[in-house]
């Protein structure tokens, strides 16, 4: 059992409207082939409805970002660097951009150098050749459970077995589950998301970070690190990468400006260590180059400052919406609803009462435009059908929240039935 | 033997000058497993260096693209649609350039619609998707040879085995030779450029497209059509896709605006029929979607008539330029010397006398800050020694024009050693 310590953020709301925050899945580590159909492609599809109400988009919503900002300078940048932007850029990335990322990684904690950092088509592409890289078809692959249903399907596309391992709401996998299921299902490598992961928000301690470089440098297993939320700690500190606490560069950290910046630029990256060369290699014939425009508005972007003072903004709306959030869903939720209390990222993780089925509520609320993310998509094993998953990176509206209270009252009734 | 009509292009030169057309490769179709290696780096890494004159370089010169016009367009766009600009697009791609590519296609002859067209991260993307989703690891593909080497790098990468056709210059591969290599190795896939391909700018007749329909259709073999240069017919009418010939939906055709209008935008696309639907998925896990703002303004682009303004005169300095190069090429290179003679897009073949060893002539040139493609990079069996690719998608400088007579004095140099 891990120590939960109370979290400050709630101090002025009323203790009773605070929901409970879930224990981590019983259920022992599971081996399985994903197949992930029909339903992750709806619900896919319903996060992209403008008129529906976004209650679990994994897109960050545009108001929160500095969207005209941004898209002025990348305007300005396509006229000055008109000819840059025409011409392929190198397989690893626009050299400014790599250099700036290594900068702020010291910053971090952290440090990766400018020339094992190869930028992506987002952080997707970044994961999808690292798994290619350190894995072949029928290798099992160990990820926290439950996890983000795009890179269930990754895995599914790349033929990889899947390992869901049990995973703490505060801080991520269990080590002992992870050493027990590495030794019982050959795993070869782990997709981690370490820092405020999706669904749960969990974020493993600095000492379970490098118990975890210990265990799988003792095994001989490859960690692919998904860092695209680091930079959305509510608090404190960034969270350093699990990188840090590895000496043999075999660790591979991918990030992008997806869920900080803007999605649709596409730009993300990985400090692939001594993988770097064959990454480089597989980019170059994968997707040639990731467009230069893109590239060079971000690496701007940082350069300027407009970044970090986007993000300490961006940071306290997300705490705040977090607050509200979770008194919302205390107040109108089932009674004995479970709710995790990210110290980061834009995601929570509800657990309902046993017997009220997410599924049956997803369509409920989708006939009432009203969309969220049901539980058993973040699962290659059918778990979590009376769990679903919140985002609260969305501007907080009388509309979000009328929506969050209706989807609550739809719950209640379905506890009730 | 195929018929070789005289091209119409050159009667203002002097017959003396021109040299003659290479023959088809007379070995047998090849079986191996690519390694493409130290080489293949250093062609590309040359490829990218502004201080050396380009010959043979894959990318077209900027100066020869719509460069201000087009990204004073993009910046326009990125203004306008900032927030359309920072959303995920769908998988699929921005409709409105779907739209605009299905009905361009109706132009050629080859209707594609516009909801089988997935747009992907330049045309590399498209056939990467194209090979994973048809065949797996193991499995043969047949291929034109001399191709590209960037094509047996990702055949490569995906653990494919690669059957190399002898291919005629001017009509692209043998029939025969497939038929029997089909048999022969067990071929799951052909992935051709049936349109004035890479190197040897070869472009298939329409009554061999449909016999190669035709023969696919009765032998279960899948075909991925790479159709990147069909918008670059020097004359006369744009060819039609193989797609135009294939009613099974079984043709995969790739396309992009790499070659046209901008290789940085990372642009291109996938007709994908009957596979349709399995692109979209796999397409959705390896890098999310395409990013937007290039989307948009390619449509844009297109939308405006400036594309094919563009393509007028583009296709007037490609034709010209071809005239020029053949010219000087005939004035310096070694006796004997043979080279192809397209008549679109932006390569042509140089076939040395058998003793001239391009490896050699390679470093020779580099030493005097001068790039070109040496032949063997374009075979996954070791070929090609005494050959070279040329580009004419180049401004035509006298630094262009020098540097080519440089390369030639090098090779007649050479072959009388």
């Known amino acids: 059992v891990e120590v939960r310590p109370q979290s400050g953020h709630y101090v002025k709301l009323r203790a009773a409207s605070v929901p409970a925050e879930p224990e981590?899945?019983?259920?022992?580590?599971?081996?399985?082939?994903?197949r992930m159909g029909e339903l992750v492609l709806r619900v896919l599809s319903a996060g992209r409805e403008p008129k529906k109400v976004q209650l679990g988009s994994g897109a960050v919503d545009p108001e929160l970002l500095p969207t005209r900002r941004l898209m002025k300078l990348t305007a300005a940048v396509a006229r000055v660097h008109a000819e840059r932007c025409v011409r392929y850029e190198a397989p690893e990335g626009a050299k400014e951009l790599r250099t700036l990322l290594a900068r702020r990684s010291v910053e971090w904690g952290c440090p990766m150098r400018a020339d094992e950092i190869v930028i992506t088509t987002g952080a997707m592409e970044a994961m999808e050749l690292s798994l290619r890289a350190t894995t072949k078809a029928g290798d099992a692959v160990a990820v926290e459970s439950p996890t983000v249903y795009w890179l269930l399907q990754l895995l599914e596309q790349l033929g990889l077995v899947v390992v869901?391992?049990?995973t703490y709401p505060r801080h991520g996998i269990c080590l002992d589950?992870?050493?027990?299921?590495?030794?019982?299902h050959d795993v070869k490598a782990c997709l981690l998301v370490p820092s405020f992961n999706n669904p749960l928000g969990s974020c493993m301690p600095?000492?379970?970070?490098?118990d975890l470089v210990a265990l799988l440098a003792a095994k001989k297993v490859t960690l692919i690190e998904d860092d695209v939320y680091g930079d959305l700690h509510h608090d404190g500190a960034r969270p350093r990468p699990v990188k840090a606490f590895d000496e043999r560069g075999e660790v591979l950290t991918c990030g992008s400006f997806s869920k900080t910046l803007a999605p649709g630029l596409r730009v993300g990256f990985v400090a692939a260590g001594a993988w770097r060369d064959r990454l480089v290699l597989m980019k170059g014939s994968q997707t040639g180059a990731t467009a230069t425009l893109p590239q060079l508005a971000v690496a701007e972007f940082l350069r300027s400052g407009g970044y970090d003072h986007h993000l300490r903004s961006f940071r306290r709306v997300l705490r705040l919406n977090l607050q509200r959030l979770s008194a919302v869903v205390g107040e109108t939720f089932p009674e004995g609803t479970r709710m995790t209390r990210p110290a980061g990222g834009m995601f929570s993780w509800v657990e309902m009462p046993d017997h009220v089925d997410a599924l049956a509520l997803f369509e409920r609320a989708d006939a009432q435009r009203i969309m969220f993310a049901p539980g058993p998509v973040f699962s290659a094993s059918g778990?979590?059908?009376?769990?679903?998953?919140?985002?609260?990176a969305q501007p907080w509206t009388d509309r979000f929240e009328n929506a969050l209270r209706t989807l609550g009252k739809l719950a209640r009734e379905q506890a009730r039935t």
């Open 177 to 184: 589950e992870l050493e027990a299921a590495i030794t019982a």
């Open 164 to 166: 869901e391992l049990p």
């Open 206 to 210: 600095d000492e379970k970070r490098r």
């Open 383 to 392: 778990r979590y059908r009376n769990c679903l998953r919140l985002s609260f």
């Open 24 to 34: 981590a899945v019983k259920l022992p580590a599971a081996r399985c082939v994903p």
